[in-house]
């Protein structure tokens, strides 16, 4: 399968192979190409592909470029999935007779030239971006260890992101001005528990008390 994401400003398209045990786990792709585009009126075309067969590595020895002939093989011959909604790039895709597909990605592992297609229970929102859970626990322990905080509290901010499904609210509590008291819900520590001796209400009527005092 083909992903295509814009990052910053930057067209990409990620060949990560099979579809089957895609979703939830990075991938790495055979080479990041870096599409540029040119515009006519309304529609787009292939101006110029290169493909990074070396993506980690910033120098351009391992970098191909790729005919638009080429790129349009490529996209015809596997499933394209767009990962950012966007309306020309699908009617370009649909132009070609390419049948577009969507899905949603990791923001922080495209950057890093990986793919992890994530669902909701998998992904959460940081800073307008989408995190998976991976890149969302590295950000945590990176936090950590950033304010010298002790790791052990990474195992409770990791419960907190489970009940919250929000990383921005549970880097929060890291934070000097956090209140807890306007906070109730979040905390650096687990609570200890405490056992509840509750008194059950007793009804009058059981209690053998003298007629006067009742
Ligand atoms: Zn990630």
């Given at each position: 399968m083909l992903v295509l994401k814009k990052v910053k400003k930057q067209w990409r398209l990620y060949p990560?192979?099979?579809?089957?045990?895609?979703?939830n786990h990075k991938r790495e792709p055979e080479f990041v190409g870096n599409i540029k585009f040119s515009q006519e009126g309304d529609s787009l075309s292939i101006a110029r592909f290169v493909a990074d067969y070396?993506?980690?590595?910033?120098?351009?020895?391992?970098e191909k470029l790729v005919p638009p002939g080429e790129v349009t093989k490529l996209l015809r011959s596997q499933a394209v999935f767009l990962a950012t909604p966007d309306e020309k790039v699908e009617k370009f895709l649909k132009s070609l007779n390419i049948k577009v597909r969507k899905t949603r990605v990791c923001d922080y592992c495209a950057y890093e030239g990986n793919i992890t297609i994530v669902n909701s229970s998998y992904s959460y929102k940081y800073h307008n971006q989408l995190i998976c859970k991976d890149c969302a626990h590295d950000t945590i322990k990176h936090e950590l260890k950033l304010q010298g905080?002790?790791?052990?509290?990474f195992r409770n901010l990791k419960k907190t992101l489970e009940k919250t499904d929000d990383l921005e609210k549970t880097l929060s509590?890291?934070?000097?001005?956090?209140d807890p008291l306007k906070n109730r819900?979040?905390?650096l520590f687990d609570k200890t528990r405490k056992s509840k001796h509750i008194i059950p209400p007793v009804d009058m009527k059981r209690l053998k008390i003298p007629r006067e005092f009742k």
């Open positions: 990560i192979g099979s579809p089957k045990g895609a979703l070396n993506f980690k590595d910033n120098s351009t020895l391992n905080f002790d790791k052990k509290i509590v890291l934070d000097p001005h956090f819900k979040l905390t």
